[in-house]
């Protein structure tokens, strides 16, 4: 079972059906509201330079990655093959 963080943001709900369905226990949904949400999201991004070196990084496995999991990590991410 996987789950990207950014399907887990968008659609908790539809994330946590299938993590339940795949463990066979009860899907009685719970409470999927964010709590403690920071108003400030400005200081959760990197810099230009340090996003370009942490892409450069990433990149090199993003073949092995995508056929260990089976999705195309390039088009999930936007990234540029």
């Given at each position: 079972?996987?789950?990207?963080?950014?399907?887990?943001?968008?659609?908790?709900?539809?994330?946590?059906?299938?993590?339940?369905?795949?463990?066979?226990?009860?899907?009685?949904?719970?409470?999927c509201?964010?709590?403690?949400?920071?108003?400030?999201?400005?200081?959760?991004?990197?810099?230009?330079?340090?996003?370009?070196?942490?892409?450069?990084?990433i990149?090199?496995?993003?073949?092995?990655?995508?056929?260990?999991?089976?999705?195309?990590?390039?088009?999930?991410?936007?990234?540029?093959?």
């Amino acid at each position: 079972m996987l789950f990207f963080f950014e399907d887990l943001i968008k659609q908790p709900e539809q994330c946590f059906i299938k993590l339940s369905n795949f463990l066979e226990v009860s899907n009685e949904m719970i409470d999927c509201k964010a709590h403690n949400v920071s108003p400030d999201r400005s200081s959760l991004y990197f810099s230009d330079d340090s996003y370009h070196r942490l892409l450069a990084a990433i990149k090199e496995d993003c073949p092995k990655l995508s056929n260990l999991i089976g999705v195309d990590v390039y088009d999930k991410w936007n990234f540029n093959k």
